[in-house]
């Protein structure tokens, strides 16, 4: 029914019923790294309950999935708090939407500022803490506040360095992945052997991070990509862009293809570009991210209980294979 028809009582009633369903999802899929459904049906009554609150303010609960980042802690894992929140992101589906966040922001913001176009890895956003130049923490996302300590596996895998070409204390941020190669791999291995198969590179990721037996995590060929900091202050670097190089710089692994959109009409090029490539590229992309290059940009315009308002993700249509397949184990 169309949100205009509805009253107040019918619009709770719904977004109720789709809390419980979208919370259940979520369990399956941040918690267990076994989805149920596919993601763009996860995201279509997502966004009706984002169209309810939006029109209905006052029925927005604090356990509504719109309030909500990530799952909970997996049994096992030490927590660690993020004092600097490891947060999710706005998305878009059509240019259209993404002509309007920058009408938006730009409304917001007198200096005129560039964006920063970068894919959006298909992996599970983690964090690593160095002190003094040297590796000492990782975690994961987990509720954005408190995430998993995963530092014995991070320790497994080739692209973290365990020391920063310079003294710096900094937690930097960005995505651990599954390649394309390994995800088919470790697949048809998991077939022969009789063992259920991961849904998708994403969920295989999860599941390879998250292991208390870190042999499992090194055995799986995850790799990262670097993109954020909890604070940039201790780099040289003052816009994202310029930060990404420096992550270089400082040994850590980031992906090449960034590039700084001076127009609206640069970043939908990226977009086309980076949709006609993406099956070719050796890793899973579900869409582009762009991001107010200015670091201080960033910084003042600061985020919501969810997502920085200084970015937004343009989500691709989904992939023409469906890779949740239905008969199917669900176990790790
Ligand atoms: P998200 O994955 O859509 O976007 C936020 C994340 O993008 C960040 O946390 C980061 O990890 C990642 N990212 C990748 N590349 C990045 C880059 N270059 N810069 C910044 N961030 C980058 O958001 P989310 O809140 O983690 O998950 C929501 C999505 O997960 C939904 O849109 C849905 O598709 C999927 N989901 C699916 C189910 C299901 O049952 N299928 C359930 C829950 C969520």
């Given at each position: 029914k169309p949100i205009s028809e509805l009253d107040q009582a019918a619009a709770a009633t719904e977004a109720a019923s789709l809390r419980t369903e979208l919370n259940q999802w979520r369990q399956d899929y941040?918690?267990?790294?076994?989805?149920?459904?596919e993601d763009d049906v996860y995201d279509r009554e997502y966004a009706r309950l984002v169209a309810l609150e939006t029109a209905f303010?006052?029925?927005?609960?604090?356990?509504s999935p719109t309030q909500l980042v990530g799952g909970t802690v997996k049994a096992g894992f030490t927590k660690v708090q993020h004092p600097i929140p490891m947060l999710s992101l706005g998305d878009v589906f059509s240019q259209a939407e993404l002509q309007a966040f920058d009408d938006r922001l730009r409304q917001n913001v007198d200096d005129p500022f560039d964006y920063n176009c970068e894919l959006k890895i298909d992996g599970l956003a983690l964090s690593l803490q160095y002190e003094n130049g040297k590796l000492v923490q990782g975690s994961t996302r987990g509720n954005g506040s408190v995430g998993e300590d995963i530092t014995r596996n991070i320790?497994?895998?080739?692209?973290?360095?365990?020391?920063?070409?310079r003294p710096l204390t900094i937690e930097v941020r960005g995505e651990c992945y599954m390649p394309k190669a390994a995800f088919a791999a470790l697949n048809e291995r998991r077939e022969a052997a009789g063992e259920s198969v991961f849904a998708n590179p994403r969920n295989a990721a999860a599941g390879s991070l998250r292991q208390l037996d870190t042999k499992v995590t090194a055995e799986r060929q995850l790799s990262t990509f670097m993109y954020n900091v909890a604070?940039?202050?201790?780099?040289?670097?003052?816009?994202q862009s310029e930060m990404l190089a420096e992550f270089a710089d400082l040994g850590l692994t980031i992906n090449p293809t960034f590039k700084v959109a001076h127009s609206m009409a640069e970043v939908f090029s990226y977009i086309d570009h980076y949709q006609n490539e993406r099956p070719d590229l050796a890793y899973g992309i579900d869409g582009i991210v762009i991001k107010a290059n200015p670091l201080p940009l960033q910084r003042s315009l600061g985020a919501t209980v969810k997502v920085p308002r200084w970015a937004i993700a343009f989500k691709f249509p989904p992939d023409e294979q469906p890779t949740l397949l239905k008969d199917v184990e669900w176990t790790v």
């Open positions: 941040y918690d267990n790294d076994a989805p149920k459904v303010p006052s029925i927005v609960t604090s356990d320790m497994t895998i080739d692209s973290i360095p365990h020391e920063l070409s604070d940039y202050e201790p780099l040289k670097a003052r816009t």
